[in-house]
């Protein structure tokens, strides 16, 4: 993480400024980050500031964690293989990543991954620095590897989309692929990337539809048993944003495997 990004980051939990203690780096590998205010000190550990831990975690998102840890080594080349059916996922997720409108700003991805989305991001006309935040301390190191090796300019969060560390107004984009399905809770997400976005912001939400979800059912036994044989349908969650945000817009994309919902904070 650079020194220059605390400046972005705020108590989870209270959104107060963060006060860094390290070494005296531009780049924080270790060190820690205090809320003066609930007194709670977040550590830095491998340039990674960590704002939960796994056993704090509840409910889906303690599960899902903990599953994309196990998946992490797999994620990528599994994510290109489902693709292959999707329509390709180069094609594919630079169509989500072109609704983008960073104007060459600040763009946070919410959930990242091991960073897929990355490629069609670092250095693409209109995108600024880029962020990134996974509540899987797994995903994030294999995306930590991606960005080391390309020299790509990210830095990376763990933490929680229901809580995230930002300041408000913070970022020109936010966008999530990919796990707000499953989160414990899909109004407080919204809420948080509608918060650290700016006035003018569009934000852009993909993730699968009923269909998608009935694929997964099929193809993998575990699926199921996250939710302890009591999935309810998916539906797209146009319902929980707030009446305030203009231009809200669902489309089905990925050959209708997946919903994209967009709108503007005002
Ligand atoms: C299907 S993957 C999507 C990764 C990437 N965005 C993509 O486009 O492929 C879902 C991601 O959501 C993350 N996730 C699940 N629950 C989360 C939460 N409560 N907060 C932040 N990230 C979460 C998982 O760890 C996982 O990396
Ligand atoms: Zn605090």
Redesign the pocket.
């Known amino acids: 993480m650079k020194t220059t990004s605390v400046d972005l980051l705020a108590c989870p939990a209270c959104h107060n400024s963060l006060t860094l203690t390290l070494d005296g780096n531009t780049l924080v590998e270790s060190g820690s980050l205090l809320c003066e205010i609930c007194g709670k000190d977040y550590p830095i550990e491998k340039g990674i500031p960590r704002f939960i831990r796994l056993e704090e975690l509840t409910g889906?998102?303690r599960r899902?964690?903990r599953a994309?840890d196990w998946i992490s080594f797999v994620?990528r080349p599994a994510?290109t293989f489902l693709f292959v059916f999707l329509g390709g996922e180069k094609r594919q997720?630079r169509e989500i990543v072109n609704r983008l409108e960073p104007n060459g700003g600040r763009v946070l991805?919410?959930?990242?991954?091991?960073g897929?989305?990355l490629p069609y991001l670092v250095g693409a006309p209109g995108v600024g620095q880029v962020y990134g935040?996974?509540?899987?301390l797994g995903?994030l190191q294999r995306c930590q590897n991606l960005t080391r090796r390309r020299q790509w300019p990210v830095d990376l969060f763990l933490?929680?989309?229901?809580q995230l560390p930002f300041k408000h107004g913070a970022f020109e984009s936010v966008f999530?692929?990919?796990?707000i399905n499953?989160?414990?809770d899909k109004r407080k997400?919204i809420e948080e990337m509608i918060r650290v976005a700016k006035p003018g912001t569009k934000i852009v939400i993909?993730d699968e539809t009923e269909k998608g979800a009935v694929v997964y059912r099929r193809t993998s036994p575990g699926f199921e048993r996250m939710f302890d044989g009591k999935r309810e349908a998916i539906t797209v969650p146009v319902d929980l944003v707030p009446s305030n945000m203009q231009q809200v817009r669902v489309d089905h994309v990925w050959r209708g495997y997946f919903y994209c919902l967009e709108f503007r904070k005002p």
């Open positions: 889906l998102n899902f964690a994309y994620y994510s997720r991805e919410v959930s990242i991954g091991p897929v989305n935040l996974d509540i899987s995903q933490g929680n989309a229901e999530h692929i990919g796990g499953f989160l414990n997400a993909v």
